[in-house]
């Protein structure tokens, strides 16, 4: 993960074991275009994965946005296995797309951005296994999973779907990046305004990126093969600029989920 003065980056490895990685300067160098396929679990509507989109291609990259129809927090690496995606059976998060409409398929205002009736998982292999396949005849330089709505920290990662999208892009062989802020509810990227705090946090991903870029290895790869960062935002006060860190994986977290015989009985259910 970051941590930044937060920002908490963790190193993730297939395999067990950490590499050295410098991210202290994040000074501005040259960087390149990259193909980037953008994917969450809270959803293809939100605030902060449109304005990390939005902020990414004004930074010149080719981004392909992929991302679940509902907010599938929580469901981990889950997939539904080979059973086909029917048209939905209900509106989207925030009405984008309407009941009826195909289950997979193109946000209507953009073209670039797509949407998946399933998991996170499900969403981001579309992104990477249709969109791209289309798009670039190959695999995207990167995978960015987020900014998820709240942290994934410790234990909690195993069932994060934002942290599992990362996990399975590096399966694939290709550099990945979780990204996690705590500071936003979740709201409709049409509540975006230019000082909304999803730019900030965009803004310091999109810098992460093209630090990455402008260090890349003599195979072009933004991170060693097998090799991905799991990304914590903490909440971002005015005036400060945060600075990223190494920290280690605890296993504590803020999150305890509880098996209720009856829902009602849930002091958070709706």
């Given at each position: 993960?970051?941590?930044?003065?937060?920002?908490?980056?963790?190193?993730?490895?297939?395999?067990?074991?950490?590499?050295?990685?410098?991210?202290?300067?994040?000074?501005?160098?040259?960087?390149w275009?990259?193909?980037?396929?953008?994917?969450?679990?809270?959803?293809f509507?939100?605030?902060?994965i449109?304005?990390?989109?939005?902020?990414?291609?004004?930074?010149?990259?080719?981004?392909?946005?992929s991302?679940?129809?509902?907010?599938?927090?929580?469901?981990?690496?889950?997939?539904?296995?080979?059973?086909?995606?029917?048209?939905?059976?209900?509106?989207?998060?925030?009405?984008?797309?309407?009941?009826?409409?195909?289950?997979?398929?193109?946000?209507?205002s953009?073209?670039?951005?797509?949407?998946?009736?399933?998991?996170?998982?499900?969403?981001?292999?579309?992104?990477?296994?249709?969109?791209?396949?289309?798009?670039?005849?190959?695999?995207?330089d990167?995978v960015?999973?987020?900014?998820?709505?709240g942290?994934?920290?410790?234990?909690?990662?195993?069932?994060?779907?934002?942290?599992n999208?990362?996990?399975?892009?590096?399966?694939?062989?290709?550099?990945a990046?979780?990204?996690?802020?705590?500071?936003?509810?979740?709201?409709?990227?049409?509540?975006?305004?230019?000082?909304?705090?999803?730019?900030?946090?965009?803004d310091?991903?999109?810098?992460?990126?093209?630090?990455?870029?402008?260090?890349?290895?003599?195979?072009?790869?933004?991170?060693?093969?097998?090799?991905?960062?799991?990304?914590?935002?903490?909440?971002?006060?005015e005036?400060?600029?945060?600075?990223?860190?190494?920290?280690?994986?605890?296993?504590?977290?803020?999150?305890?989920?509880?098996?209720y015989?009856?829902?009602?009985?849930?002091?958070?259910?709706?």
């Open positions: 993960m970051i941590h930044m003065s937060g920002v908490s980056v963790r190193v993730v490895r297939r395999m067990l074991g950490l590499i050295g990685l410098s991210l202290t300067a994040l000074l501005p160098q040259q960087s275009a990259l193909n980037i396929v953008l994917s969450n679990d809270d959803g509507e939100t605030a902060n449109r304005a990390l989109y939005q902020r990414l291609k004004t930074a010149g990259h080719d981004v392909v946005l991302g679940p129809t509902q907010n599938n927090s929580g469901k981990g690496g889950a997939m539904n296995f080979l059973a086909p995606v029917t048209p939905l059976t209900k509106d989207t998060r925030f009405g984008t797309v309407k009941a009826g409409a195909a289950g997979a398929g193109v946000d209507p953009d073209a670039n951005v797509f949407y998946v009736d399933g998991t996170p998982v499900m969403s981001m292999l579309y992104g990477l296994d249709v969109v791209a396949a289309k798009r670039w005849g190959k695999q995207p990167l960015l999973s987020g900014p998820n709505e942290a994934n920290l410790g234990a909690i990662n195993n069932s994060s779907g934002t942290f999208n990362a996990l399975y892009a590096i399966n694939r062989g290709v550099p990046i979780a990204v996690s802020y705590s500071g936003t509810a979740g709201h409709s990227y049409t509540t975006l305004t230019e000082g909304s705090v999803e730019y900030r946090v965009a310091l991903v999109v810098q992460l990126v093209n630090q990455l870029d402008a260090q890349k290895g003599s195979d072009g790869r933004l991170l060693p093969s097998g090799v991905g960062l799991n990304v914590n935002i903490p909440v971002l006060a005036g400060v600029t945060p600075a990223f860190k190494f920290s280690r994986l605890g296993v504590a977290t803020d999150y305890q989920p509880v098996f015989e009856s829902l009602s009985n849930s002091p958070v259910a709706v």
